[in-house]
């Protein structure tokens, strides 16, 4: 009852709102809106219908849970420049349609970016510093203040008493599974929004970068775009494409991480990297709690 | 639920219509972020900061958490309910000898042989729903549950382990990768050979043809048939039974165990032998 009260206000609050505006549509120009904002005019695609013509590339091949369905999604290719579907593809629900955890995602970026982090900031304490063993003056009689060193924190050129010491490491290590699930909800977060795109294989026609960047401004992928794929190897078309591209990205499926998807705005997969990624997120939810590190061989585990 | 649930929920509906989530728009849970408490500031947090007066506590050198002062052995309790449940779910094999390693690998049980644990008891709860026929190995076990064992027509023996040899069972492959040969198992010490060489015990010291008498006895006491296993189809896996200084069915003491190459070395030295199978 409390949440459809406050559903009623929000939605009193928006009409209110848009009627301040003079004409639908005519923003005063000096506005300067942010560059994240949700864009009404960019391309979505309706998501397919069960009674689609084009064919089901891609079934799942993990067991999906009784209550969940899996999800559909087109699969495009990069021959042509105009986006025209080849077909459907399912996605496991528990993998790309998981709860957003908005502060999980938070958790795993943070320890993205801190656990490599080593910090060389060190200063010198009073006993480092070159100098400053014997009392500079005595102790009565010369008028001046008393001291005993003419390296404590209070001298100019003294040490420094509570400064950073030493490479100082910020590492630290979040469970497994939630970096897993880190990296699900980020998945399920560009497929809401409408960010992630699946290709059938990454072959381009040329290995020009221009008509790279035409075909995502015509299919309004967005700015920047991450291109994952599982094979060590991509095509050398694509390799020399976006070797001078600086928002165009490629990425080994093993690669993947948090960071990397906030920070593109667009996410392409290939079928074969979708079922890498079922396979290895999946594994997590049904495994054995590890008795010894999991590089170790394994006689029954997978 | 008639119809399956939309994944995700009305989280991600909701998500359809807010902004792109980017690295600018992260933040953790409002409250998940508590401000450190910092001793010894201001008027009243300073002084003693909260420490009390004199002392092992104002001084900050009590023993660890949980000391007891003493090396009292832990034998970890295994319910009968709880094997059967394992037995039922797939996760231990009851046609091959149930050793501590299987329990471990079914995670079944959780030692921790650093925190004096010796091993596993088996307690009779549950004997009442147990029904299963298997070759167990345990390092204590209750009359109840020797009972009902022996009754459903399994073997069940009480073994020991030291904590080396302890430590080296529950986690096998770690071992193999040290490169080590098999250590010998050693004896139990002074208070326990008593336990483990007496029949009702069923211990691994004991004489096999009072441990034979021990069952009928048994059987008589708590009035069921002795099921007769010499005439038993897995009478071979029911009496396999480990060496008293062997870790590993199949394994001697001494051996090496390459994993990486799928070999196993083992000493020719004579004094090593001598010293290996003594």
């Not at chain 1, 799942?60 to 290719?77: G, I, N, R, Y």
């Not at chain 1, 079928?271 to 054995?288: A, G, V």
């Not at chain 2, 549950?145 to 069972?169: H, K, M, Q």
Request: glycine share 8%; net charge positive.
């Amino acid at each position: 009852m409390f949440r459809f009260t406050v559903a009623v206000f929000g939605r009193g609050v928006a009409k209110r709102f848009c009627s301040s505006f003079p004409a639908e549509g005519a923003l005063p120009p000096n506005l300067h809106l942010p560059a994240n904002l949700v864009d009404p005019s960019r391309l979505r695609r309706p998501p397919p219908l069960a009674d689609c013509s084009l064919p089901l590339l891609r079934r799942c091949d993990a067991a999906v849970p009784a209550h969940l369905s899996p999800m559909q999604t087109w699969v495009e290719s990069l021959l042509t420049e105009d986006g025209e579907p080849l077909g459907l593809a399912q996605l496991h629900p528990d993998v790309f349609g998981v709860n957003p955890r908005m502060d999980i995602l938070h958790d795993v970026e943070k320890w993205q970016r801190n656990y490599k982090r080593v910090s060389h900031a060190h200063t010198k304490v009073r006993s480092e510093v070159r100098g400053g063993g014997k009392k500079p003056w005595r102790q009565k009689g010369s008028g001046k203040a008393r001291h005993g060193s003419i390296r404590s924190p209070i001298w100019r050129g003294g040490g420094v008493s509570h400064g950073p010491r030493g490479p100082t490491s910020y590492y630290y290590m979040l469970p497994m599974k939630v970096r897993v699930q880190g990296l699900k909800v980020a998945l399920s977060a560009k497929m809401a929004q409408d960010y992630l795109h699946v290709v059938d294989s990454l072959n381009v026609p040329t290995p020009d970068s221009q008509y790279l960047q035409d075909l995502i401004r015509h299919r309004q992928w967005g700015e920047s775009v991450l291109i994952v794929d599982v094979a060590e190897e991509f095509p050398e078309n694509l390799l020399r494409a976006t070797a001078d591209l600086k928002k165009v990205n490629l990425i080994p499926a093993i690669g993947l991480n948090v960071h990397s998807m906030l920070k593109h705005e667009a996410v392409v997969l290939t079928l074969e990297t979708i079922k890498f990624l079922e396979d290895k997120l999946l594994w997590h939810d049904q495994r054995y709690s590890p008795l010894y590190p999991f590089r170790l061989p394994y006689r029954d585990l997978p | 639920m008639s119809f399956p649930k939309k994944p995700g929920g009305k989280g991600l509906d909701v998500l359809q219509t807010l902004p792109r989530i980017s690295l600018a728009n992260l933040r953790p849970e409002p409250g998940a972020r508590h401000r450190e408490r910092r001793r010894g500031r201001g008027q009243h947090g300073g002084n003693r900061s909260g420490r009390g007066h004199k002392g092992e506590r104002q001084r900050g050198t009590r023993p660890r958490l949980g000391f007891e002062g003493g090396q009292t052995p832990f034998y970890l309790p295994l319910s009968l309910k709880r094997l059967q449940y394992l037995i039922d779910l797939g996760r231990v094999d009851p046609t091959q000898p149930i050793d501590l390693t299987q329990l471990v690998n079914a995670r079944g049980v959780t030692i921790q042989p650093l925190k004096r644990d010796y091993g596993v008891q088996l307690v009779d709860e549950g004997a009442d729903v147990f029904a299963a026929k298997i070759n167990i190995e345990v390092q204590r076990a209750s009359e109840g549950a020797i009972a009902a064992v022996e009754r459903n027509g399994g073997v069940i023996t009480t073994s020991f382990y030291d904590p080396i040899s302890l430590d080296i069972l529950i986690k096998p492959v770690p071992f193999f990768m040290r490169g080590q040969p098999i250590p010998k198992r050693m004896l139990p010490g002074e208070d326990m050979v008593p336990y483990y060489r007496s029949a009702e015990n069923r211990g691994y010291l004991a004489d096999p043809a009072k441990i034979q008498e021990a069952r009928l006895a048994l059987a008589q006491k708590y009035g069921y048939v002795l099921p007769d296993i010499s005439v038993d189809e897995l009478y071979r896996m029911l009496a396999t039974r480990k060496d008293v200084r062997q870790i590993f069915f199949g394994l001697s003491p001494g051996w090496v165990v390459n994993l990486t190459e799928r070999k196993i070395l083992k000493p020719t030295d004579e004094k090593l032998l001598k010293y290996y199978s003594s």
